[in-house]
């Protein structure tokens, strides 16, 4: 992205679209792809959120992206939605509707106090419902983080998820593919497996043990630092008494991708139906999977589970760790 001095659009500017005149406002927010700006009408009093993207081939990707989703609701499935896309003095301009802010600036607003499972419980209801959306048309969303799932307001517990950039059809998701950040990275995606929709499962358990731990589980360093930092969240889930919600992240975090709950069984969970809570309090009951346990050896397991154990050289097991 050019200097910020010399970024083509600034405060006061109109933007022609294709259906009307959007007059920039206040800038929200920035990354590699552009700046944010909030907007308004001209002749509507309503705000809206305008993607302004320097790199034109990364605009159109993510409105082509925004294509494969268009047939889905985006109230009934909280998915972000986009009211128009066009070019104007060679940028994209993408104009989304306006929301509040993320989980992580809500975390870091709230000086990172864990977040209460009951107030946890309605996001998990929501993000499952999207990517069991997402999953009826074969879809990836890859890019599931904190900073990509906001509130739709500063009062409402109603989210949606947003940036849908790195979207992809699951037919065309490519073994080896580096796709996820680091530390929402799926275990088949570091080991080179193939992959399909489930690596948004996993990093959505990460998202999950994050709000829950207060803080980022581990470092954002290696891919194996990923594996350290998986260590410290079961040692701290295993010893939380809400039995349910630690079945859920299990499954969520499950290490076999065939065996990891999809969507639609994570909407018909108990944590999230709460027939548990009917009769007697329910025990955690889960096995400590890493309790007692070297890390070279968890990571040996973990590799023969997946079954490529012989094809990984040991001496670099043992040079990361």
């Known amino acids: 992205m050019n200097k910020q001095t010399s970024f083509p659009v600034k405060t006061g500017h109109y933007l022609v679209g294709n259906e009307g005149i959007y007059k920039v406002g206040e800038f929200l927010g920035e990354g590699g792809f552009g700046k944010v700006a909030k907007c308004t009408k001209l002749g509507c009093q309503e705000f809206f959120a305008i993607k302004i993207v320097e790199h034109v081939e990364s605009g159109k990707k993510e409105f082509e992206a925004l294509e494969i989703i268009k047939d889905l ?11 128009e896309c066009f070019l104007f003095e060679n940028v994209i301009c993408l104009v989304y509707e306006i929301l509040g802010e993320s989980l992580l600036d809500r975390m870091c607003r709230q000086d990172f106090v864990p977040t209460h499972l009951c107030k ?6 929501q993000m499952f419902q999207a990517l069991s959306a997402l999953k009826s048309i074969s879809v990836a969303h890859t890019d599931i983080k904190l900073d990509n799932i906001m509130y739709v307001d500063e009062e409402s517990s109603k989210i949606k998820l947003i940036d849908f950039g790195l979207a992809i059809k699951t037919k065309e998701m490519l073994t080896g593919s580096n796709i996820q950040v680091i530390p929402f990275r799926a275990p088949e995606v570091i080991l080179g497996l193939p992959m399909d929709e489930s690596v948004d499962m996993w990093a959505l358990g990460i998202v999950f043990a994050t709000m829950c731990r207060g803080d ?14 998986l260590v410290q969240i079961f ?17 969520m975090l499950e290490v076999d991708p065939m065996n990891r709950i999809t969507p639609s069984q994570a909407l018909e969970h108990d944590f999230i139906t709460m027939r548990s809570r009917e009769g007697n309090r329910e025990q955690p009951g889960v096995e400590p999977w890493f309790h007692g346990r070297k890390l070279n050896i968890l990571i040996v397991k973990w590799l023969k589970k997946l079954k490529i154990a012989k094809g990984v050289k040991r001496q670099k097991i043992k040079k990361e760790i």
Do not use: S, W
Not at 120 to 125: E, G, M, S, T
Not at 216 to 229: A, D, L
Not at 235 to 251: A, I, M, P
């Open 216 to 229: 980022f589980p581990f470092p954002c360093g290696t891919e194996y630092e990923t594996i350290r930092g």
């Open 235 to 251: 040692e701290h889930f295993f010893t939380l008494d809400e039995g349910t919600f630690n079945d859920l992240l299990k499954r």
């Open 120 to 125: 946890l419980r309605p996001i998990a209801q």
């Open 73 to 83: 609701d985006p109230v009934k499935n909280n998915l972000v939605k986009l009211y």
